[in-house]
């Protein structure tokens, strides 16, 4: 998961901290698309957005890694996005087992199932971008 080791506790420990880590992420780029699409058709340059977001509280590897190349709609695989959403409907799962409510993370699983169902799941996870800009509601 990163450069440092964590005692988990029981086996399985791990795995249910790799889907909470994959969720947030997948909510996250979700997200991140939605700012993206929304800064382009309000008139804002997209550019201009990944530069302040990556000067304040919100700078992270994801966005910063992989802003550039969504705005090129280039997808390479990195994390294949049908593993994405695998782990989006394990961790609901997992949020349902312990009755949490996870509306944010429901709603970007159905983003990563939307762009599954448009053949992109062996793209990158930020493929979810693609189906963002789709939606003209």
């Known amino acids: 998961m990163g450069k440092k080791s964590f ?4 086996v399985g420990n791990g795995a249910k901290m790799k889907l909470v880590v994959n969720m947030i992420m997948g909510s996250m780029m979700n997200a ?3 700012g993206l699409v929304l800064a382009e058709r309000s008139g804002l ?7 302040v977001l990556d000067l304040g509280v919100n700078s992270n590897p994801l966005f910063r890694g992989k802003g550039p190349n969504m705005l090129k709609s280039n997808h390479s ?3 294949p996005l049908k593993h994405q959403q695998k782990d989006m409907r394990l961790a609901l799962a997992l949020g349902d087992a312990h009755a949490i409510s ?20 062996d793209l990158d996870i930020s493929a ?5 800009k789709l939606h003209k509601d």
Do not use: C, I, Q, T
């Open 7 to 10: 005692f988990l506790g029981e």
């Open 32 to 34: 991140f698309s939605e």
């Open 45 to 51: 340059d997209p550019y201009n957005l990944l530069e």
């Open 77 to 79: 695989p990195a994390f």
């Open 102 to 121: 996870m509306p944010v993370a429901a709603a970007a699983n159905e983003a990563f199932k939307k762009a599954r169902s448009m053949g992109l799941g």
């Open 128 to 132: 979810v971008h693609e189906v963002v």
